[in-house]
């Protein structure tokens, strides 16, 4: 579905291809085949070609969230101790734009949320999950 050229230092060129689950194999070389679930939502038609939205085409090629939950918009971010470098800080600053151009929503969860069994990280991501329209028990 989705073709992104990058750098390998197998080839010079190499392209990623994300199929959905169940197609059919496909063999190429300078293709690197990814197989996973792509909801209705992240597949557009351009040109009679299927192609993933540009959302999903970003969390594949710049960022994948430690964790998601694409239907309600919500990345959750772990800010492990390496977050303090200085090249760090801006990609994290590069990436919390991202999120905000891309109208999803960033849990950011540091160490200390991770207290008392997660309470607070459990809150924080519940409480995105809410404002986004989850309903307990749904």
């Known amino acids: 579905m989705q073709k992104a050229r990058r750098r390998d230092s197998r080839c010079a060129d ?76 801006e990609r994290d600053i590069a990436r919390s734009e991202r999120y905000v151009v891309l109208s999803w929503t960033e849990v950011r969860i540091s160490k200390r949320h991770m207290l008392n069994d997660g309470k607070a990280a459990v809150a924080k991501v519940r409480s995105a999950l809410v404002r986004a329209g989850w309903r307990p028990g749904r």
């Open 14 to 89: 190499m392209f990623d291809i994300i199929r959905p689950e169940g197609a059919a194999h496909l063999n190429r070389p300078h293709v690197i085949v990814h197989r996973m679930k792509l909801y209705d939502d992240e597949v557009a038609t351009v040109d009679g070609i299927p192609v993933t939205t540009p959302e999903r085409t970003w969390l594949d090629l710049h960022h994948e969230p430690d964790l998601s939950y694409k239907e309600y918009r919500i990345g959750i971010e772990y800010e492990g101790e390496h977050h303090g470098d200085e090249l760090q800080i």
